[in-house]
Nanobody, 124 residues
Framework: QVQLVESGGGLVQAGGSLRLSCAAS????????MGWFRQASGKEREFVAVISWSGIRTDYVDSVKGRFTISRDNVKNTVYLQMNSLKPEDTAVYYC?????????????????WGQGTQVTVSS
């Protein structure tokens, strides 16, 4: 049974930092691309960042470039999202997701497995 478990969310002031983690089990982690998505209240889920299985390829939505960094540890079966210079508009539930085909895609529908999400709230 595949499980993706996010952690590290919380309440932070604007300009602050958080580091999200997503621990994976039940899958061959090192073969999957891993993505982070977010969903603000009343909005659709949107792509944030993705990293290929090797860690060589990464992609970010423009609004987080230069502030967020995605990374992974294929020994610990964990993907991370370091979030710096947080803004109130970053407030959302953040989800990690696994892409079996390692396409490093931005498309929600192409991810095979999802975590339950972790809340990030940035106060102004």
């Amino acid at each position: 049974q595949v499980q993706l478990v996010e952690s590290g969310g919380g309440l932070v002031q604007a300009g602050g930092s958080l580091r999200l983690s997503c621990a994976a089990s039940g899958l061959t982690f090192r073969t999957y691309a891993m993505g982070w998505f977010r969903q603000a209240s009343g909005k659709e889920r949107e792509f944030v960042a993705v990293i290929s299985w090797s860690g060589i390829r990464t992609d970010y939505v423009d609004s987080v470039k230069g502030r967020f960094t995605i990374s992974r540890d294929n020994v610990k079966n964990t993907v991370y999202l370091q979030m710096n210079s947080l803004k109130p508009e970053d407030t959302a539930v953040y989800y990690c997701a696994a892409d079996l085909w390692d396409t490093a895609t931005r498309k929600v529908d192409e991810y095979n497995h999802w975590g339950q999400g972790t809340q990030v709230t940035v106060s102004s």
